[in-house]
C-alpha cells in the first residue's frame, strides 16, 4: 500500500509527538519522586509534634482521645498511627528514641554534608492473628536539599 504525501507527513508527526509525550513523562517521573520525597518530609515534622503531644498527654495521663477507640490513657507508639522520634543511640540491634523531642544524634546530609538530626518512625507494619511486624527506621532530612535519606530500617515481631 502506497501512502498519500498527506498521510505520510501525519505519520511523521505522530513520531514526533510520541517523543514528545515520553519527554513529558520522564519529567512527570522526576516531579513525583520529588512531591512524593517533600511529602515525607512533611509527614515526618508533623508527626514529631503529633507523637510529642500524645507523649505529652500520656505524661500528664490526660488522655489521648481516639474517636475510634474513646479515651486511652497511655500513648501505645506505633499502634494506631507512627510514632516519630529524634534518635537517641542506634545499636547493632536497635534504634532508640529520644523522648526529649528535640535532637539528639546528628549525622552528615549525604548530599549537601550539612549536619542534620536523626530521625526515626516506629510503627507496627503488619497485624495479624498468626504474628506481627513492627519496625523502626532511622533517617534524615535536609531541608536545604529538601532531601530525606535512609540511615538503618529494622523488624522485629514483637514491640522494642
Ligand atoms: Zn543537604
Redesign the pocket.
Given at each position: 500500500m502506497k501512502l498519500s504525501k498527506e498521510l505520510s507527513t501525519m505519520v511523521s508527526q505522530a513520531d514526533k509527538l510520541k517523543e514528545e509525550k515520553e519527554s513529558l513523562e520522564a519529567k512527570l517521573k522526576v516531579m513525583n519522586e520529588k512531591v512524593s520525597m517533600l511529602e515525607k518530609i512533611e509527614e515526618s515534622i508533623k508527626g514529631l509534634i503529633k507523637t510529642a503531644k500524645e507523649e505529652e498527654d500520656a505524661r500528664r495521663k490526660v488522655g489521648a482521645y481516639d474517636p475510634k477507640k474513646g479515651y486511652r490513657t497511655y500513648y501505645d507508639a506505633g499502634k494506631y498511627d507512627t510514632a516519630y522520634y529524634f534518635v537517641a543511640e542506634i545499636r547493632e540491634d536497635n534504634i532508640i528514641a529520644s523522648k526529649k523531642f528535640k535532637p539528639a544524634l546528628y549525622e552528615k546530609?549525604p548530599?549537601?554534608?550539612?549536619k542534620?538530626p536523626l530521625l526515626m518512625w516506629y510503627s507496627q507494619t503488619y497485624d495479624s492473628p498468626e504474628g506481627d511486624t513492627w519496625e523502626k527506621e532511622a533517617f534524615t532530612i535536609?531541608l536545604?536539599?529538601k532531601?530525606r535519606h535512609k540511615i538503618k530500617r529494622i523488624a522485629r515481631d514483637n514491640r522494642f
Open positions: 546530609c548530599k549537601c554534608n550539612k542534620v535536609c536545604d536539599c532531601t
